[in-house]
């Protein structure tokens, strides 16, 4: 009985040290694409011309919203707010929601993906959210948002346009994923 409790604390010690150094570990670079005169899709590409920008901590939004910007210029990919949401949805916009948790393996692999494509867009019609999915940082906003739209999991993508959900995808996705499921709801 003795030999299973400590196998038990010992397995327990060794998931909190596992999702310690997961939780240490995403810091991915962002990937600047050059896009003079170039479509996105064409960007992604020739991904041999990506480098790197600079710190994504330092930037927020245009005037037009406040969160906090993880990417983009024309296109911007935004933390969540509910005020920033509710501006995007009533102004048209096409809205991207990428359900995120900050366990996920899949979501951390994915967030420079996510930051790539939207770097690469050049659509002033589409704004992205980067939404807390139940980890520590979801809120009330972001949980009703996830029952609103029926999301399950973590690393779920929704697009939405004119209000109503154009597409809604639950598999991993790349950069290239991102720009073509945009490009194809415009």
């Given amino acids: 009985m003795n030999k299973i409790f400590i196998l038990g604390v010992g397995i327990v010690a060794l998931g909190i040290l596992g999702f310690a150094v997961m939780q240490n570990t995403d810091k991915p670079e962002r990937n600047a694409i050059d896009a003079d005169n170039v479509t996105a899709r064409d960007n992604l590409a020739g991904e041999n011309q990506a480098g790197t920008q600079g710190?994504?901590?330092?930037s927020t939004a245009s005037s037009e919203y406040t969160g906090k910007l993880l990417a983009g210029t024309s296109s911007p990919y935004l933390e969540f707010n509910q005020a920033d949401f509710d501006r995007a949805m009533s102004s048209g916009k096409i809205v991207f929601l990428d359900f995120y948790a900050t366990w996920c393996p899949v979501c951390r692999e994915e967030a420079p993906e996510m930051k790539k494509a939207f770097?690469?867009?050049?659509?002033d019609n589409v704004v992205g959210f980067r939404v807390n999915y139940n980890d520590p940082d979801t809120d009330d906003a972001e949980k009703?948002?996830?029952?609103?739209f029926k999301v399950l999991y973590q690393h779920t993508k929704v697009i939405l346009k004119n209000g109503e959900v154009s597409l809604k995808e639950t598999e991993q996705w790349d950069s290239k994923q991102v720009v073509d499921a945009i490009a194809a709801i415009q």
Avoid: C
Wanted: proline share 0%; glycine share 0%.
């Fill in 55 to 58: 710190d994504e901590n330092s």
């Fill in 119 to 123: 770097d690469a867009l050049k659509y």
């Fill in 144 to 148: 009703a948002l996830a029952r609103r």
